[in-house]
């Protein structure tokens, strides 16, 4: 009963901020203006900035919280390290390295977004072959590659900043995070592959469940631990590259999402899962709402707003861990 509260409240303010994130920018929208523009009438110039500008960037925003928050809880689980989110594979450096090159290139908007989500797989590829033994994954083996080609792709990203600086700026914003440059090609093609992957995920949510408690365990209750390890960091990945492709590298949503989430609804999968979806969802559109709004007309990247709360919530985790070793 208590958890159903607790859902019925994260939906209701899913609506709230979607509400408040297509009503307020540089230019303010009232209610009866957006109810209007839904139910087929209301002023032409609200209609064109809610259903071409504002309502594919508020969509985008809640998609990729909900594909972040959800990648970063099953990483935690899997991979049982609380300081883990969807980039701890190099996936955000390789999808920057081909954001980068794109921008360099000159290439075009839906251009950029593919070579971002090209090479963020092609860096997923490397890392999972590398942790491979025969049929077997090593995590941790995975992690150290995952760190190693991140620092890698981080010090070629440089040498082309330094290299090009007329691009400077286009690479630096990129690489904090947005949705300014959002439109619905982007929501057409990135929306399904998120939340396709993301119910197949969840369909693994008992099983996972069931591996935390000791693969061995795991193994004789039948569950295939192989198969749901590959599976989940093959679609957590392919998540996790998509968000970035579209809203650029945004940090801390995978992190402190999934910890907040287990704090309210416990630490069950099958409810954790849904729950960090939508507080994924809320999280990340009332963070694009504040980039809009704190300086508008202007826009901040999107990243530097979850910096600022993800930032002391990483610290927070590192003196709650540090005390528990301590009390070992």
């Known amino acids: ?92 450096s390789g999808a920057a390295l081909g954001a980068t090159l794109a921008i360099i290139l000159g290439f075009g908007l839906i251009s950029l977004s593919f070579m971002a989500f090209f090479l963020a797989l092609v860096v997923v590829v490397f890392v999972y072959l590398v942790a491979k033994t025969g049929s077997r994954i090593s995590i941790n083996t995975m992690l150290l590659a995952g760190i190693a080609i991140s620092s890698l792709i981080s010090a070629i990203i440089s040498l082309l900043m330094l290299l090009n600086h007329e691009e400077l700026t286009k690479i630096y914003f990129w690489t904090m995070g947005g949705f300014n440059l959002t439109n619905w090609q982007k929501v057409i093609y990135s ?103 704190i300086l508008r007309p202007a826009e901040i990247p999107i990243g530097i707003i979850t910096a600022a709360f993800g930032g002391p919530f990483f610290l927070y985790l590192l003196v709650k861990n540090k005390r528990k070793i301590k009390g070992m």
Do not use: W
């Not at 970035?244 to 416990?266: A, D, E, K, Q, T």
């Open 191 to 293: 929306s399904p592959i998120i939340i396709i992957s993301t119910l197949i995920m969840y369909v693994f949510s008992r099983d996972l469940n069931a591996i935390l408690t000791g693969e061995e365990i795991a193994e004789h209750l039948g569950v295939n631990t192989e198969l749901v390890k590959r599976t989940i960091l093959i679609l957590a990945s392919l998540v996790t590259a998509t968000c970035v492709s579209i809203g650029g590298v945004i940090g801390f949503v995978g992190l402190i999402v999934p910890h907040i989430s287990r704090l309210i609804i416990g630490p069950d999968n099958r409810v954790l899962v849904p729950f960090s979806a939508l507080t994924g969802a809320i999280f990340l559109n009332l963070a694009d709402t504040l980039a809009r709004v």
């Open 1 to 92: 009963m208590k958890r159903s509260i607790y859902f019925v409240i994260a939906i209701l303010l899913l609506f709230l901020s979607l509400l408040i994130s297509i009503s307020v920018g540089a230019v303010n929208i009232p209610l009866q203006e957006i109810v209007a523009t839904f139910t087929g009438g209301g002023d032409e110039t609200h209609r064109t900035i809610i259903l071409n500008l504002r309502l594919p960037r508020v969509i985008s925003s809640a998609v990729v919280g909900m594909g972040l928050s959800v990648a970063g809880t099953f990483f935690q689980a899997l991979l049982r390290n609380p300081m883990a989110d969807p980039y701890v594979l190099g996936i955000s």
